[in-house]
């Protein structure tokens, strides 16, 4: 219930940068999840984390030694996540990953799964996140995304050589899964 009033609160207060007015249900969560290779998984971020729904699940799954960074810019969500994972390092501005990943000194980001409402953004916001995450991810990477429309879908196919879609009914409101592959499309062609 805590979560649900917090998620409310943000939504009301600032609807263009929190995308609903509940948390994210555990059945997406799976969902979203599920594609990802935890035992070679060693650098995950995670964009928008919210009140932290997929923090809980993805601290569980990922390896022990696995480095893990939360990338939130609502001061409140902040506030929650630092109290609810005190050992997570947490950072503002989803804009700014390779800035992070050089301070981290670490090479390359595995896996990248957000929350980020990409829909409520004005597009150069969008791009300029959308080019981080290309930025950082390893070549084999997975990024993984939820929205409630298919309006990032051509963007998203614009960018990677490999976008999976997946819905589920089971959120609030139905989700879209998008499931990516940092790969370029010319290496794709060439290498097939």
């Known amino acids: 219930m805590a979560d649900f009033l917090a998620f409310l609160r943000r939504f009301i207060a600032e609807p263009g940068q929190v995308g609903s007015v509940i948390p994210s249900s555990r059945f997406l969560c799976q969902n ?20 932290g729904v997929f923090t809980q699940a993805i601290s569980k799954y990922k390896k022990p030694d696995a480095y893990y960074l939360l990338v939130e810019r609502d001061p409140q969500f902040r506030s929650m996540l630092h109290s609810r994972f005190p050992d997570l390092t947490i950072r503002e501005e989803a804009t700014q990953l390779r800035t992070y990943l050089d301070e981290l000194r670490l090479d390359k980001v595995d896996v990248i799964v ?11 916001q969008r791009a300029a996140i959308l080019d981080q995450v290309q930025s950082v991810l390893a070549p084999d990477g997975i990024f993984v995304t939820f929205q409630y429309s298919l309006q990032l879908k051509a963007e998203l196919q614009a960018r990677f050589s ?26 794709n062609l060439h290498g097939a």
């Open 32 to 51: 979203m999840l599920s594609s990802i290779n935890w035992a070679k998984t060693d650098v995950i971020f995670e964009l928008g984390p919210g009140t």
């Open 114 to 124: 957000s929350g980020l409402p990409f829909a409520n953004f004005p597009a150069q």
């Open 162 to 187: 490999w976008v999976e879609t997946d819905f589920t009914l089971f959120n609030i409101p139905p989700a879209f899964i998008y499931t990516c592959r940092n790969q370029k499309r010319e290496d």
